[in-house]
């Protein structure tokens, strides 16, 4: 039996250089970036429900999230969670460098630090209760292309990570689509015969499918097993469909192209502000002239398949990206199911990482590259850190005023322990209106914008539970129904009005918002 000692040096000895500073990378500017959030208890509306919360997810299509997310406990615990969760990063990252054949050192730190900096990871960190093992599909999608490129056979275990990736979230689908047509690319570069290359090239379709076919199958048994059905959250009860509806199709295409392009120029997240934006036409412009320069010297332009292979890069890669319009065109598109975009300035780099160096403007080029992107990385990052500092600002605002509407509560005559409590969830905007700073900034950042993380009675109760330590009984919304409508409550003032909370019937009343 080899010793211990043995195998580590043997093992030490395998592990590439880039893999190293890959992994360094993406782990340390993880820590600089999202340490505030990791050193904090600092919940968004979703993270109230899940102080402690198994993960069993099945009805919406996760059914291993719960494994996933059971090394860090089913507690919130974000140090915990933010460390497990940026060693998957980090491991991407390096699984990424090697599926990409990034060799240059500023090309590999590069990628790491955007891979970190992205704002689709600070909207992730703002649900952190599942972060560990979001950072877990993703490897899990890295992996799945990259032993499908490395092995003849790589697309059986790659489907397999597919599978399980899926399960996790559905949302690095399309980061693994992208990572396809980037690897389709670099094997069209290949000097091998035309059927090698479309027989290598099938192995991504074969990987696929098989994690598709894998992933529902699996969702099926475990579904029959537990005795649930899938849900209609973000339409993913369609994936129950015998077949997929052929009216709309165009539509749904159509709206996948226009999405994108929304998002990519005015999602406010790419660029947002003169520098980032600088950065990207930086980075696109010096990528173009290298293309250019490349296609003149090795003459591409003289093939027909060159011309072709461009075009249907060009429509494939926004179909990728947004793939999941495809099935729910309803979908609310969170900035966390957008990460793969982060793939577009790490695929420039790269391009100019490994070609620039073939043109006379090599040098410069990589120069410009990688200021364009410390640029990113940077100004990412600050922006992580805005986002961060409104989500605490968001949690003092409700603490504060959670203090106040608790005090009033327990100080209304004929208050007892337990008594049924109605009210709406939103906070009044007439009596507190927006205070909130960084919309400029935050807009499209799900989970960590906004004033407030109080949207249903539920989020009222959970946080008067979790951080003041008193128990209310507030009562379900279908309980409330006919409350609206009540003359006396439509008489009563909204908080703090002197008349916002009132026993009515031997139900407390609490008027938040007024609707009338």
Not at 45 to 62: A, E, K, P
Not at 102 to 130: D, E, Q
Not at 349 to 356: A, E, K, S, T
């Amino acid at each position: 039996m080899v010793s211990f000692e043995d195998w580590f040096q043997r093992t030490k000895k395998k592990i590439k250089r880039e893999w190293k500073l890959a992994f360094l990378t993406a782990f340390v500017a993880g820590l600089l970036i999202h340490m505030p959030v990791m050193l904090s208890d600092i919940p968004n509306h979703d993270g109230l429900d899940s102080m402690y919360f198994d993960q069993n997810m099945i009805t919406s299509g996760r059914w291993f999230l719960s494994v996933a997310c059971g090394f860090s406990s089913y507690y919130t615990l974000p140090w915990v969670i933010g460390l497990l969760g940026l060693v998957f990063l980090g491991f991407a990252a390096a699984a990424l460098t090697e599926l990409l054949e990034i060799r240059k050192s500023w090309a590999v730190v590069a990628a790491g630090g955007l891979l970190a900096a992205f704002p689709a990871l600070a909207s992730t960190f703002a649900y952190v209760f599942t972060l560990d093992g979001y950072m877990l599909a993703l490897l899990l999608a890295v992996l799945a292309v990259l032993v499908t490129k490395k092995y003849r056979y790589g697309f059986l275990p790659g489907g397999l990570c597919l599978a399980f990736s899926l399960g996790i979230y559905q949302g690095y689908l399309s980061f693994a689509m992208i990572l396809c047509i980037y690897a389709i690319l670099m094997l069209a570069q290949e000097k091998a015969v035309p059927a090698e290359k479309v027989k290598r090239g099938l192995r991504y379709l074969y990987m696929g499918v098989l994690g598709a076919v894998l992933y529902y199958v699996i969702l099926q048994v475990l579904l029959q097993i537990q005795g649930k059905s899938l849900d209609t959250y973000q339409g993913i009860s369609g994936l129950a469909a015998d077949t997929a509806p052929s009216a709309g199709i165009l539509q749904r295409v159509l709206g996948m192209y226009q999405d994108f392009a929304a998002f990519s120029v005015k999602g406010n997240v790419l660029m947002n502000n003169w520098i980032s934006a600088a950065a990207w036409i930086l980075l696109a412009c010096l990528a173009l002239a290298v293309g250019i320069i490349l296609t003149g010297k090795r003459k591409w332009w003289k093939s027909p398949w060159f011309f072709v292979i461009m075009v249907v890069t060009v429509l494939a890669i926004p179909f990728a990206a947004n793939s999941i319009l495809l099935i729910s065109p309803a979908v609310t598109y969170h900035l966390l199911m957008r990460y793969q975009w982060v793939l577009f300035p790490i695929g420039l780099i790269v391009f100019i990482g490994r070609h620039g160096s073939e043109t006379r403007m090599g040098a410069a080029a990589e120069w410009g590259a990688l200021a364009a992107a410390f640029a990113l990385v940077f100004f990412y990052g600050v922006t992580d850190n805005i986002g961060y500092s409104n989500l605490h600002k968001r949690y003092e605002k409700t603490y504060a005023y959670c203090v106040r509407l608790l005090d009033r509560i327990e100080q209304t005559p004929g208050y007892y322990q337990g008594i049924p409590i109605a009210m709406i969830g939103v906070v009044g905007d007439d009596e507190f209106p927006a205070t909130d700073i960084t919309l400029p900034v935050t807009s499209g950042m799900i989970g960590i914008n906004g004033d407030s993380l109080l949207y249903t009675g539920e989020n009222y109760r959970l946080f008067i539970r979790h951080y003041l330590g008193a128990t209310l009984n507030i009562l379900p919304a279908e309980a409330m129904t006919d409350m609206y409508d009540d003359p006396e409550y439509i008489a009563m003032d909204s908080f703090p009005g002197p008349d916002s909370v009132r026993i009515i019937d031997g139900v407390l009343y609490i008027k938040t918002e007024n609707l009338h």
